[in-house]
């Protein structure tokens, strides 16, 4: 009872424990940063030397054990087969081994029970869609290679879930409409990015993308110090970073004064 405000990083299932044990305590402040299925969309008028290296790293950052990777990716059908071939070109490259190795680029997942949730992950997005690259673990280690499914159901769970590995979907699309309503279908919101020359569509997908924070032409891990940071619907609550994180820990009191 005798605290205040908490805050918590992690996971779905243990933030909803830490709201129930609030509720049941104090109604302390809470503010919870959790999971992502951060989409990226990639406009057919995209420039690929940019958003082909970028996409590829936000999946390989810290071997995909980060909550803002771009996990689905979603190509505009004229580009679709030259983004994935310069995509699985990225991938092929990657050097696997110890992460305290200077050569290695590609390091293994935290532990055996993360390594086992990506593998039932990988095991559904095979009947699901197309395995095109990747999908094994390094024999006797915790280490996946970056993997790429196309052609997923939209509800499969692998489309709906976090991974939290080197995993990602990269399905195609024709209108605007269609992949806006795409990106959104799920009930995470954390990061998420759009590809485009087309200023005006860059700013309407800013403004239609259920996310706190959306990139454009640019993507995660990319942020910036002197913005909030946080998630819509399952993500989070509340809003962290420079400037914002103090206002957790604080509460607003109006005083009148009649003279």
């Not at 690929?48 to 059908?77: D, F, H, I």
């Amino acid at each position: 009872m005798d605290v205040r405000a908490l805050t918590f990083t992690g996971s779905v299932p243990t933030a909803r424990a830490i709201q129930e044990a609030a509720a049941k305590s104090n109604l302390k402040n809470l503010v919870l940063e959790l999971g992502g299925k951060a989409p990226v969309v990639i406009f057919e008028d995209a420039d690929l030397n940019r958003a082909v290296p970028e996409t590829a790293r936000s999946v390989q950052w810290n071997s995909g054990q980060t909550c803002m990777a771009n996990s689905r990716v979603y190509v505009q059908r004229s580009i679709s087969s030259k983004f994935i071939a310069a995509f699985e070109e990225r991938f092929a490259d990657v050097v696997l081994g110890d992460p305290t190795d200077p050569k290695t680029t590609h390091g293994p997942l935290a532990d055996s029970v993360q390594a086992e949730r990506v593998r039932e992950f990988v095991a559904e997005g095979k009947e699901s869609g197309k395995l095109v690259l990747g999908g094994e673990f390094e024999p006797g280690t915790f280490t996946i290679r970056p993997t790429i499914f196309t052609d997923t159901k939209e509800d499969a769970a692998i489309m709906k879930k976090e991974v939290f590995g080197p995993v990602v979907n990269i399905n195609v699309f024709d209108t605007e409409e269609e992949v806006l309503e795409k990106a959104n279908a799920t009930e995470y919101g954390l990061y998420a990015a759009v590809y485009t020359q087309d200023v005006s569509r860059a700013l309407r997908f800013a403004l239609g993308l259920e996310s706190g924070m959306v990139g454009v032409n640019c993507t995660s891990p990319q942020t910036a110090v002197d913005v909030p940071f946080g998630g819509y619907k399952m993500s989070g609550v509340g809003r962290e970073g420079f400037q914002h994180s103090l206002d957790n820990y604080l509460e607003k009191k109006s005083v009148l004064i009649r003279m």
